[in-house]
C-alpha cells in the first residue's frame, strides 16, 4: 500500500470510451478518476457529469480545464451539476493551460496568465463557498447568486513554476502539477506551495503530482514510448524553462534527453514503481495522478499493468 491517494487520468477515446475508462478505474478499487479538457476537444465537465450517475464510491477531479474559454460563473454554472450528482467526490481544477492553444484556438490575449488565475480562484472559491460574489478586477467582472452553495467542492489549480505554486498556495485548494522532475517538485514547488500558504496565513493545501508511469521491463522502450507520447513539451517555452530551472540546461533543444525522462516518468518493474511512488509520498506529496504510459507491442496489456499496479496500492 502507499500512504496517499492514487489516482488515474481517465483521458482517451471518444466520449463513451471515457466513460466506460472511469467506470472500470472505480470496479478496481482506483481511489480517484481525472479528466483534462485539451484544446478544440472533448468537455470535462461534461464527461465526469456522466460519470457522476454511473458511479458511486470514486473520486473525480478535472486536471485541468482552461480559464481562458470559460467564465468563473460559468463554469460554477457546471461545477454545482457535479457537487449535487457526486456529493464530496468532485475536485475542481483549473489553470491557464498553454499560450499556443489558448490563442490559436479561442483567440485568447494570454496576458498575465497568474493574474488571470488569481482572479478565476477568488471568484469560483467565493461563488462556491459563499453562494454570492461581487468582484472586479483586470480580467473578471461579476456580480452573481447561486441558490446552493457547494463549500466542499475544492477549487485546485495547475502549477509549473515557483510564481504559479506561491499562488495556489495562498488562494487554491491544491495545486496539480504536470510533467514535472520529482525532484523539482520536492525541492522548489513544495516550498513554494509552503510560502504561498505562509503569506495568506493558512496550512499549505495538499499537492497532486501528475506523474507518468511506465510499468515495463525494457528501460528502451519505456523511454521511447515516453518520447512518442509526451514529445512536445520540451518545445513549449513554459515548460522548457521549468526543466532548465529543474538544471536540466539540455531542455532549450525542444526535446528530452535520457536523463529528463528518467526524472519526470516513473518507470520500471512493479516494485521499481512502487517505490518510486512510495518516496513520491515521502515528500510531503499528497496524491499521484497517474497518467499511463504503454509501452512494447501490447499497448493494452501495458495499460491493464499500470492499473492493476495502481489498484494494489490502493488502501
Known amino acids: 500500500m502507499a500512504n496517499g491517494t492514487i489516482g488515474v487520468a481517465a483521458m ?14 472505480e470496479r478496481r478499487g482506483i481511489e480517484a478518476a481525472w479528466l483534462t479538457t485539451g484544446g478544440a476537444g472533448l468537455d470535462a465537465l461534461t464527461l465526469l457529469g456522466a460519470a457522476a450517475v454511473t458511479t458511486k464510491r470514486i473520486l473525480l477531479g478535472t486536471s485541468i480545464i482552461p480559464t481562458w474559454p470559460r467564465h468563473p460563473v460559468a ?21 491557464p493551460s498553454h499560450r499556443p492553444a489558448m490563442t490559436q484556438i479561442f483567440g485568447a490575449d494570454f496576458d498575465a496568465p497568474l493574474t488571470n488565475l488569481r482572479e478565476y480562484l477568488t471568484i469560483a472559491k467565493t461563488l462556491l463557498r459563499d453562494g454570492s460574489v461581487r468582484f472586479e478586477g483586470e480580467h473578471y467582472r461579476t456580480e452573481a447568486t447561486i441558490p446552493a ?12 513554476r515557483p510564481n504559479a505554486y506561491e499562488v495556489c498556495g495562498e488562494l487554491a485548494d491544491g495545486a496539480i502539477s504536470w510533467v514535472s522532475p520529482a525532484e523539482y ?61 529543474a538544471g536540466f540546461t539540455e531542455a532549450a533543444d525542444g526535446s ?4 529528463m525522462i528518467a526524472s519526470v516518468m516513473v518507470a520500471g518493474d512493479e516494485e521499481a514503481v512502487a517505490t518510486r511512488i512510495r518516496e513520491l509520498f515521502s515528500w510531503g506529496i499528497a496524491e499521484v495522478l497517474v497518467s499511463v504510459v504503454t509501452a512494447g ?15 494494489s496500492l490502493t488502501p
Open 185 to 245: 517538485l520536492r525541492d522548489v514547488g513544495l516550498p513554494a506551495l509552503a510560502r504561498g500558504a505562509a503569506r495568506a496565513g493558512r496550512d499549505a493545501p495538499p499537492l497532486v503530482a501528475h506523474v507518468p508511469v511506465c510499468v515495463h521491463d525494457d528501460a528502451d522502450e519505456a523511454r521511447a514510448a515516453f518520447r512518442d507520447q509526451f514529445g512536445r513539451y520540451p518545445t513549449l517555452p513554459f515548460y522548457s524553462r521549468m526543466l532548465q530551472t
Open 149 to 160: 452553495p457547494a463549500p466542499d467542492v475544492p477549487v485546485m489549480a495547475s502549477a509549473l
Open 75 to 95: 463554469a460554477v454554472q457546471q461545477v454545482q451539476v457535479l457537487a449535487q450528482l457526486a456529493p464530496g467526490r468532485f475536485r475542481f481544477g483549473v489553470g
Open 12 to 25: 482517451g477515446g471518444g466520449a463513451a470510451d471515457t466513460l466506460a475508462t472511469v467506470e472500470d478505474l
Open 297 to 311: 507491442t501490447d499497448a493494452e496489456h501495458s495499460r491493464v499493468r499500470a492499473l492493476s499496479l495502481v489498484a
Open 256 to 259: 528530452w534527453s535520457d536523463a
